[in-house]
């Protein structure tokens, strides 16, 4: 029973996953063009239903029966709350503002989806102070000072947060349904054709027989894989598996091979010209192409890993470190 409702899950996120890219190719090239509140509403929901599908309710409970009844059932809300807001956004708008109890309900789950999937995704910490400040208003009053508030109530912080474009709707979530998710489909296009096989070649071949060969491989890795990914987080997934046990036999200890390809993943997140979501929304508030933003950021990025490749260096011959001959 399990494994048939596994095969569900992959099948489903597969396919949702193919309708994302799909349906935003389609829009940035014209063929089917969606409304900036249309594609933003379309991309939240679809995004959640993917991890709600991909993260278990508590990792105790991975593969229990009730953690995937509870799993389907939140991706049904967010079905459900995704496309009401798609078929009523307009009306709310020409109205003004005017919103209706399902309107406030539909916005009150959106907001009860976003912090689940932050647990889910993130952690408990980072949903839990999201959790603190978006209960403010609710407490303000009591509080003294210049923390306090006149308050809000729960129906005006839904409507504000989930039927505006100050909300949850707002500039880094049309950063991400916009630009990020297409440079992150080209990435992973380049990933599966090959290209990060063919940097960790290249990196191998142009450290070869050098001092620090294998920490100076994982920071020119690094930098070439950067500029297809823009994550620390996937550079370091990427980079580390091949780098750190290279480190290990070189010489390096665990925590200083772990610590250099942590150091050097870092920086691809501002390496053009994929970079991390903040480059983006840089350019989407100071109205600047990204091209500026990337021109800008070229310059600090080689120095960062410039840095890194001297450090590295320095480091093995303070360690005695000797050139490992490779064949």
């Given at each position: ?76 809300i967010c079905f459900m709350s995704g496309f009401h807001m798609i078929f ?75 039927t505006t474009s100050q909300g949850v709707y707002g500039i880094p979530l ?75 036999k070189e010489g390096y200890q665990n925590h200083q091979a772990g610590a ?68």
């Open positions: 029973m399990l494994k048939k409702i596994n095969l569900l899950k992959s099948f489903l996120i597969m396919w949702i996953a193919f309708i994302l890219g799909a349906v935003h190719l389609l829009n940035v090239s014209g063929i089917f063009v969606l409304s900036t509140p249309d594609i933003r509403i379309f991309h939240l929901m679809i995004m959640l239903s993917i991890l709600f599908l991909n993260k278990p309710t508590f990792h105790k409970l991975e593969n229990n029966i009730l953690d995937n009844i509870v799993r389907f059932f939140l991706v049904l009523s956004w307009e009306e709310i708008a020409m109205s003004g503002g005017d919103t209706s109890s399902l309107d406030i309900f539909a916005g009150v789950v959106i907001l009860f989806l976003i912090l689940e999937a932050t647990r889910r995704g993130i952690g408990l910490l980072l949903s839990i102070i999201c959790l603190i400040f978006f209960t403010y208003p609710f407490y303000s009053h009591f509080l003294g000072g210049v923390f306090y508030s006149k308050g809000y109530s729960l129906q005006r912080m839904a409507e504000f947060l989930t049309g950063v991400s349904a916009s630009y990020i998710i297409l440079f992150a489909i080209y990435g992973s296009f380049l990933s599966q054709f090959g290209a990060g096989e063919f940097f960790f070649k290249l990196a191998m071949r142009i450290t070869k027989n050098m001092h620090a060969a294998s920490a100076k491989t994982a920071v020119i890795f690094s930098t070439l894989l950067g500029m297809i990914s823009g994550s620390a987080a996937g550079n370091v997934a990427v980079t580390g598996t091949l780098t750190i046990p290279m480190m290990k250099i390809e942590a150091v050097v993943s870092t920086g691809g997140q501002i390496m053009p010209p994929v970079m991390g979501a903040a480059a983006f929304i840089m350019a989407e508030i100071i109205g600047k192409p990204y091209t500026e933003i990337m021109k800008a950021g070229l310059l600090p990025a080689l120095l960062f890993f410039a840095s890194t490749f001297f450090v590295v260096h320095f480091q093995a011959k303070k360690n005695g470190l000797k050139p490992k001959k490779y064949k």
